[in-house]
């Protein structure tokens, strides 16, 4: 069974810095595209942070520059390194597989960026 959980939300003030981990169970991150998501209170999940099989990553224009995603394939895991915060980049955050597949959803972990 597949379980992927999200940590290492929390407050941070503008301009901090979080690191977000997810770890998998189930499956094997490096064997599958994969993304960090996010959806903020009353808008659409969107992608902002992808890493391909074969390392390559990607970033939504809103964050690049500002944030990193990594993973360890030794800890099965994947991570967001987010600097530079915005109120803007308040969120809940889910990491998934790039497509984002419907029964991988985890609770996610909540942002919260204080002006």
């Not at 941070?12 to 977000?20: C, F």
């Not at 890493?51 to 964050?63: N, P, R, W």
């Not at 520059?65 to 809940?92: C, W």
Request: hydrophobic fraction near 35%; include cysteine; charged fraction near 15%.
């Amino acid at each position: 069974q597949v379980q992927l959980v999200e940590s290492g939300g929390g407050l941070v003030h503008s301009g901090g810095s979080l690191r977000l981990s997810c770890a998998a169970s189930g499956f094997r991150v490096s064997s599958n595209d994969m993304g960090w998501f996010r959806q903020a209170p009353g808008k659409e999940r969107e992608l902002v942070a992808s890493i391909l099989t074969s390392g390559i990553t990607s970033y939504a224009d809103s964050v690049k520059g500002r944030f990193t995603i990594s993973r360890d394939h030794a800890a099965n895991a994947v991570y967001l390194q987010m600097n530079s915060l915005k109120p803007e980049d308040t969120a809940t955050y889910y990491c998934n597989v790039r497509g984002g597949r419907p029964n991988y959803w985890g609770e996610g972990t909540l942002v919260t960026v204080s002006s």
